[in-house]
């Protein structure tokens, strides 16, 4: 993967605002409720700054690649989440993957995201279509789908249908990400609960309470407020537990050697063509990260001569 530099950054800027990128497990309310916590505002800027994306853009990418990541997070064993959008909306579709280390990758179908009129709600910009959550597991094993009607259009409402139709456990999730008057991103973040076995009906509606007053993920983490402090202000009468954090990256395993097994792969035919017709420089992008793999004519007659 080739990470585009941030304007401005250094090797000691970059390792701390990369420190801060963290999920964080919790629970409270006698450990009848589970919750992560993701910070991800330098992942959200690298993911902008190597799809080239606009400030629309970069709030549904940054929403979609933190849903991917809480939802990875409450993975049981190690393995990745694929969350796939297909919509007749302005965004078209798009596809997130994180996995239960805390990498993540992702794109939109349509960049930029073009809207005929000024000033859409968020639902116009996914319209009718469906959802779509693969679970991949490392031990191997067939993977596990479901898919959803998008019913409101707001990905973190619709992850949250995703789990009460397809696995019946009341969830509730929040995302966001904050800009400047630039349009610059400041701050993102995510929260995912979910009620466990026991839990009081009671405690679920003044979390639901909580959760419809919510402040700002994103906001709050751009003001310098931490994970911690949030947690606690918003969740204070219900006594959370903080068990564990991990960071969190934007990341892609893509190299050109990876590239060019794609191309060794390829047909007789398909080889021939390229050998012969290139053009050259040959360049693959790939489509996770936007990451450019460049070949010259001397370089294609050596791996495909």
Known sequence: MKKKPLPGDDAKTMYKQRHLDRVHRFLMASDTVRGFLVRGDRLVRELRANHDFGPLETMVAGQGAMGALLMAANLKDAGKVRLQWESAGPVGGMSFEADSHGAVRGFLKNNPIVIEEKGPQFTDLFGPGFLTVSRLFEKGGDPMNGTVALRYGKIAEDLAIYHLESEQIPTAMALSVAFDENGESLGAG????????????????????????????????????????????????????????????????????????????LSQKDQKEIREKGPFPLEITCQNCASVYSYSQEDIQKLLG
């Open 190 to 265: 995510g929260l995912f609960l979910q009620a466990l076995p026991g839990a009081d009906e009671n405690v679920l509606d003044t979390l639901e309470e909580a959760l419809n007053n919510l402040p700002s993920l994103g906001e709050a983490f751009a003001s310098g407020q931490t994970v911690e402090e949030y947690i606690e202000q918003v969740f204070s009468s219900h006594s959370p537990r903080i068990l564990s954090s991990k960071r969190v990256e934007f990341f892609c395993p893509c190299d050109s050697q990876l590239f060019a097994r794609y191309m060794k792969g």
